[in-house]
């Protein structure tokens, strides 16, 4: 069964709910079972119009579907998709934001999710070789760094009294 066109290359499958779904480099299908006659599957896009950056940028959680795309995180039910690293977003465009090097997409084998309890790991590596680990709080809604193996364990964002947005520090 054919799930989508040769050109759009499937990245990985996984069940969620108890549904099956199947990232693409494009997009998010749904895949039902067929009880009747030779089985197999059907697959049929969903409303998640994001595919996966790497093979293994996806993980699932308790609050949905989360998975790294070429622009964002995204969290998402099997439908629509909503980023939620907005405060990472210099380093998914290639810009260096406050010594934190950009994430290196040339290495999608590097890009990694999993979750705990309500956090999830974000695991990459940056254009200087180096692998960078974020964790995200879904009850707070906000970004840590993680420095393995170092004294000071988090850095995360500081909030202008002015109203100004977060900022990553």
């Given at each position: 069964?054919?799930?989508c066109?040769?050109?759009?290359?499937?990245?990985n499958?996984?069940?969620?709910?108890?549904?099956?779904y199947?990232?693409?480099?494009?997009?998010?299908?749904?895949?039902?079972l067929?009880?009747?006659?030779?089985?197999?599957?059907?697959?049929a896009?969903?409303?998640?119009?994001k595919?996966?950056?790497?093979?293994?940028?996806?993980?699932?959680?308790?609050?949905?579907?989360?998975f790294?795309?070429?622009?964002?995180?995204?969290?998402t039910?099997?439908s629509?998709?909503?980023?939620i690293?907005?405060?990472?977003?210099?380093?998914?465009?290639g810009?260096?934001?406050?010594?934190?090097?950009?994430?290196?997409?040339?290495?999608?084998?590097?890009?990694?999710?999993?979750?705990?309890?309500?956090?999830?790991?974000?695991?990459?590596?940056?254009?200087?070789g180096?692998?960078q680990?974020w964790?995200?709080?879904?009850?707070?809604?906000?970004?840590?760094?993680?420095n393995?193996?170092a004294?000071?364990?988090a850095?995360?964002?500081s909030?202008?009294?002015?109203?100004a947005?977060?900022?990553?520090?």
């Amino acid at each position: 069964y054919e799930v989508c066109s040769p050109s759009e290359e499937l990245m990985n499958g996984f069940v969620w709910a108890d549904e099956s779904y199947t990232f693409s480099r494009l997009r998010l299908y749904k895949l039902y079972l067929n009880l009747s006659g030779d089985g197999g599957v059907t697959p049929a896009p969903t409303g998640c119009q994001k595919g996966l950056a790497g093979r293994w940028a996806f993980a699932t959680s308790l609050f949905g579907i989360v998975f790294v795309a070429d622009d964002n995180v995204y969290l998402t039910s099997g439908s629509q998709s909503a980023p939620i690293a907005d405060d990472l977003k210099p380093l998914f465009e290639g810009e260096t934001k406050n010594g934190y090097l950009p994430i290196n997409f040339a290495v999608p084998t590097a890009l990694r999710l999993w979750t705990w309890q309500h956090y999830l790991f974000f695991t990459y590596r940056d254009t200087g070789g180096t692998n960078q680990t974020w964790i995200y709080s879904f009850l707070q809604r906000h970004w840590l760094h993680y420095n393995f193996g170092a004294s000071q364990i988090a850095h995360g964002f500081s909030h202008e009294l002015a109203g100004a947005g977060p900022e990553l520090l």
